[in-house]
């Protein structure tokens, strides 16, 4: 069974730059044809997709974020990683990692808050 | 990007009714369209993709239709655990967007 898990600080300061580690178990992240995920959800709204990397290292970007995003993955390590930089209170919210079939999410993380303070 | 309007909002139900949600494209997206359930402090669950196909492990009361700009995902015999938010995404396109939500409640 494939499991998705974040880690990382749960307080940043305003202009400093947010770091997560989404660690896979279960399944290789080099293997298949999956894409791994990032979306975050502002607390009571709604959910936003900030993008996801394939094995090979090919990315795609929210244009919204993408001057300040930089996915990457470390398939050694069966990890891939989120930093956004220049963060702002806007910035805070709950962050999830999930696999992605190349059109629908089928495996989420549990999430992991990140507060901008 | 493509925009995601959700109708209703909200909706007060009880146990054993057939309820409908509406998503609605700001464009064409053919049938790239995800039907997701949150449940509060919870991440998203996958239940329809593609606009109708039931993600393994999902109930049959669940089910999904539409194409083009308009879909709908109905309910058909409200239970207990059903009691919760909707958000349809749609995939067609990057940035993938998610709708508004629908919170549905007793």
């Known amino acids: 069974q494939v499991q998705l898990r974040e880690s990382g600080p749960g307080l940043v300061k305003p202009s400093q730059t947010l770091s997560l580690t989404c660690t896979v178990s279960?399944?290789?992240?080099?293997?298949?044809?999956?894409?791994w995920t990032w979306i975050r959800q502002p607390a009571g709204k709604t959910l936003e997709w900030i993008g996801r990397?394939?094995?090979?290292?090919?990315?795609n970007y929210n244009p919204s974020l993408k001057s300040r995003v930089i996915i990457s993955v470390d398939t050694s390590r069966n990890q891939f990683f989120l930093k956004l930089s220049s963060v702002t209170a806007a910035d805070t919210a709950v962050y999830y990692c999930?696999?992605?079939?190349?059109?629908?999410?089928?495996?989420w993380g549990k999430g992991t808050t990140v507060t901008v303070s | 990007d493509i925009q995601m309007t959700q109708s209703p909002s909200s909706l007060s139900a009880s146990m054993g009714d057939r309820i409908t949600i509406t998503c609605r494209a700001s464009?064409?997206?053919?049938?790239?369209l995800n039907w997701y359930q949150q449940k509060p402090g919870k991440a998203p669950n996958l239940l329809i993709y593609?606009?109708?196909t039931l993600q393994t492990g999902v109930p049959s009361r669940f089910s999904g239709s539409g194409s083009g700009t308009d879909f709908t995902l109905t309910i058909g015999s409200l239970q207990p655990e059903d009691f919760a938010t909707y958000f349809c995404?749609?995939?067609?396109?990057?940035?993938?967007?998610f709708g508004p939500g629908t919170t549905v409640d007793v």
């Open positions: 990397i394939y094995p090979t290292g090919t990315t």
């Open positions: 995404q749609q995939t067609y396109n990057t940035p993938f967007t």
């Open positions: 999930a696999r992605d079939r190349t059109y629908s999410v089928d495996v």
């Open positions: 464009r064409d997206i053919n049938n790239y």
């Open positions: 279960g399944a290789s992240i080099s293997r298949g044809t999956y894409y």
């Open positions: 593609s606009a109708s």
